[in-house]
């Protein structure tokens, strides 16, 4: 996500607390907290006060007494390759949480692509597991991060969608295919969308002609 324009952020040097790879070219970066938050909310992040920060989903449970966000490298990018290189004790330049894109205690769908999870495992670890249905999309079988600790809690509730690769257990096709085979959504759930752009407009457009209320539909969008 990239910080929208005419938005002032201020951020704070934290120190990196752990940088790890949890899969390849995806890291899971810790740092100390910039203060109280909702899960759900998001910071700006970046490695110097002269390279232009970005948005990303806290991935992190809100009693914890750091924080967490999930990135992708991307190639010849100016943030997250330098983001890559960050151990134990650097600096890194935070703001405070904000964002609207709460998580709650209502019963909802948890819908996801890519990186786009993050912020439903932050709700996962401010514990609004209870009636909710995780449903994840990715391309290859190494995208569904923190799968181990998913299953055993949701069960038949966590379907992974995978468009390019096949496995146990895993649903073959995107993740917008799964939900327009799917005939018995109940309207009065939340559905929260945490992705791509394609992803996201496809979704809400699939759920709205299945008969979801428009406003029982949140979004938040990854560039």
Request: aromatic residues 14%.
């Amino acid at each position: 996500m990239m910080i929208p324009e005419n938005e002032q952020v201020v951020l704070h040097k934290k120190k990196v607390i752990a940088n790890r790879e949890i899969s390849p070219g995806v890291f899971y970066l810790t740092f100390d907290k910039t203060g109280d938050f909702v899960a759900g909310q998001t910071v700006a992040a970046g490695v110097t006060p002269e390279i232009e920060p970005r948005l990303y989903s806290l991935a992190s449970g809100t009693q914890a007494k750091t924080m967490s966000i999930l990135y992708i490298v991307v190639e010849g990018g100016a943030l997250t390759p330098k983001m890559a290189e960050l151990k134990k004790g650097d600096k890194l330049y935070v703001s405070k949480a904000f964002g609207t894109f709460y998580g709650s205690a209502w019963p909802s769908y948890w819908i996801a692509s890519g990186t786009g999870i993050a912020p439903y495992y932050s709700m996962f670890h401010s514990g609004l597991t209870k009636d909710k249905v995780l449903i994840h999309g990715g391309r290859t079988l190494d995208s569904f991060y923190f799968a181990d600790e998913f299953k055993p809690l949701f069960g038949e509730n966590y379907i992974r969608c995978c468009s390019r690769e096949s496995g146990d257990g895993v649903y073959e096709g995107r993740l917008t295919q799964y939900l327009q085979e799917k005939n018995d959504l109940p309207p009065d759930y939340k559905y929260y969308l945490c992705g791509s752009s394609e992803m996201v407009v496809e979704a809400r457009d699939i759920l709205i002609n299945k008969g979801i209320p428009f406003q029982n539909i949140l979004a938040e969008i990854y560039f």
